[in-house]
């Protein structure tokens, strides 16, 4: 049996997502080599690129939605649970791209929902605070986010770009939350109040 956790951090431009599956029947223990439970673990990132305006017609824009949709529920097919970043906006944000990146939210909660998957929510705050141990402020920009991943995963990931270490950071809450001991990682007591700081409803609900 195998559990398989995807991060999302959705985008019009560019989603990062990751893909952890842990091999979750391989009994723990002293006879266990650091070399086999590495192999527990597998982990997939990769970036689903876009292209297009919010200058583009409702229907071009409609369009344009559904691929990334798509293309994000096949990479969830057989998952056990998705996290996703939830949308956030800025003064800066104009009306339309406020719009398109609202209904791809929207459009992914259908879709895992139809696949009956459960869904977590996580800010973006708390994905800094995964990565860095706090939440805002010096050392938490993108930069800080993936230099935190790198020191906490190794050589054990290889994400490209911004997007795809905001998903890493998004499926290894999921992964602490299902299996921390079956990761090559080393989990801390801020990682694990972190985790128990998120609300996991859905996955409450489907375990039953």
């Known amino acids: 049996m195998t559990l398989t956790i995807l991060g999302v951090d959705p985008s019009l431009a560019a989603t990062g997502l990751c893909r952890i599956t842990i091999d979750n029947t391989t009994p723990l223990g002293d006879t266990l080599s650091d070399a086999d439970h590495t192999k ?24 344009r939605v559904q691929a990334i949709r798509r293309q994000i ?6 998952a056990d649970l998705v996290l996703i970043e939830t949308p956030f906006y800025n003064r800066q944000s104009q009306q339309a791209a406020i719009i398109d990146r609202s209904w791809l939210w929207g459009t992914l909660l259908d879709g895992f929902d139809a696949m009956g998957i ?51 950071v998004l499926a290894s809450i999921g992964a602490v939350k299902l299996a921390r001991h079956r990761l090559p990682i080393r989990v801390l007591e801020r990682h694990l109040e972190l985790v128990a700081g998120i609300n996991w409803d859905e996955l409450d609900e489907a375990q039953r």
């Open 73 to 78: 529920l096949k990479a969830a097919t057989d």
């Open 40 to 63: 527990l673990c597998k982990v997939q990132t990769v970036t689903v690129h876009s292209a297009g305006t919010t200058k583009d017609l409702p229907p071009v824009r409609r369009r």
């Open 118 to 168: 459960p869904v977590a929510h996580v800010a973006v705050a708390k994905v800094k605070g995964f990565a860095t141990g706090k939440g805002a402020g010096a050392g938490t920009d993108k930069t800080g986010v993936a230099a935190g991943m790198v020191k906490l995963w190794g050589e054990h990931v290889d994400p490209k770009g911004d997007n795809e270490y905001d998903a890493l």
